[in-house]
């Protein structure tokens, strides 16, 4: 006959706290909030943030020992919890030891420092295809917004600037010369008070390929001399130059210490245009002209027409934006729907305004008809 052992298997249960023992502790967490409410309003000093803690700790120790149940819990999980303590403990003290006795950590000196770099090719100032080939993309970056994309001075932004970018295919009127030395010498101290400025934070190879994209349009230039690149302080004999860089700061700096702040009179004058505003396609009884006009033409002319607003920024270095001209001002586009319905159709080559063609003539005269109405 066999013998069966039977055996309870052991069951935990979660401890159910006490009625009595919840509203103490419920009652106690009040208390302790209005101690630290109350504190909160005396200044202590330096014990400000020791009270404040050590409430907070109690706190939470009433909530983890009793409502979290760690009181009644295994021994092993609230090893567990305090361990975490420990650890943090030792995270703050090494944090400490770093923050409170690391010293001296402030940077002392000029707010700008000139640094120097070296060529990364043997002299870059002897001309070569890969030169070449990578100043005309720096060129098309850096340059043909002013000088136009074959160097004519005939970029989008060249009407306006005075005087006019210059048309590198011309051998007459290099400020500086037509050397390749020279055009480095240009680029890296400009030409003021003209618009032309100075691109010595470009890294120097990049200013000799733009030198020898720059100095390849047009006819051959004549050979540089010693001379010539003792002004650019280069001594040819060497395989590089080592180039002092113009200091710089950080662009945010810059940008909060050129900020100029408007004044009120400017702000209300201003007329700001924003997508979606009313004069839009989508108003209710807005005629075809003017619904032709907020989907082809109110992103650059604005919903009034209005002059001065910015199209689009142009180039880096330097700046430049295309704005819109006024309807007011008496353009000969718009003294005629005949000559309106040309720059429609044709747009304006070199310049942004495109070409709409595939408007209907009948959606050309009602174009022409709303933008008389502002002009006036």
């Known amino acids: 006959m066999e013998t069966h052992k039977h055996s309870d298997t052991h069951k935990t249960h979660h401890f159910i706290l006490p009625v009595k023992t919840a509203v103490a502790i419920g009652t106690a967490l009040l208390i302790l909030t209005g101690v630290t409410v109350g504190v909160a309003h005396i200044d202590l000093g330096r014990f400000n943030f020791v ?46 030891t770093d923050l409170f006795f690391r010293g001296d950590i402030y940077v002392k000196g000029p707010l700008m420092a000139a640094v120097e770099s070296k060529s990364k090719i043997a002299k870059p100032w002897i001309s070569s295809p890969e030169l070449i080939a990578h100043g005309k993309e720096l060129f098309a970056v850096q340059c043909a917004t002013c000088h136009g994309a074959e160097g004519k001075g005939n970029g989008p932004a060249a009407s306006a600037l005075t005087p006019a970018p210059r048309n590198f295919t011309q051998t007459e009127g290099w400020k500086n010369g037509r050397k390749v030395t020279m055009i480095f010498k240009t680029l890296k101290e400009g030409l003021p008070p003209s618009a032309m400025a100075s691109y010595a934070t470009l890294p120097a190879d990049d200013r000799w390929a733009l030198s ?22 280069v001594d040819p004999t060497k395989e590089s130059v080592v180039e002092k860089e113009a200091a710089t700061i950080p662009l945010s700096l810059a940008m909060k210490r050129a900020a100029v702040p408007e004044t009120e009179e400017q702000v209300n004058a201003l007329h700001v245009y924003h997508p979606g ?5 989508q108003d209710e009884g807005a005629s075809v002209g003017a619904q032709l006009y907020s989907a082809h033409c109110i992103q650059c002319h604005g919903d009034r027409g209005e002059a001065g607003i910015k199209v689009r920024n ?59 109405t502002l002009t006036k």
């Open 314 to 372: 142009l180039g880096v270095n330097p700046t430049a934006f295309v704005t819109t001209r006024s309807f007011k001002d008496g353009l000969d586009s718009l003294k005629s729907q005949q000559a309106f319905t040309k720059i429609v159709v044709q747009g304006l080559p070199g310049d942004l305004m495109p070409s709409m063609g595939q408007l209907s003539g009948s959606e050309i005269s009602e174009l022409y008809q709303h933008v008389l």
């Open 51 to 96: 009270i404040a803690m050590a409430i907070a700790t109690a706190k939470a120790l009433l909530v983890g020992l009793f409502f979290m149940g760690l009181l009644y819990d295994k021994r092993e999980n609230a090893m567990i919890f305090l361990t975490s303590f420990v650890f943090l403990g030792i995270f703050i003290t090494l944090t400490g």
């Open 277 to 281: 505003a009313s004069g839009g396609a």
């Open 212 to 233: 020898h994209y720059v100095a390849s349009i047009g006819t051959k230039p004549e050979t540089d001399t010693a001379a010539d690149f003792a002004k650019i302080g």
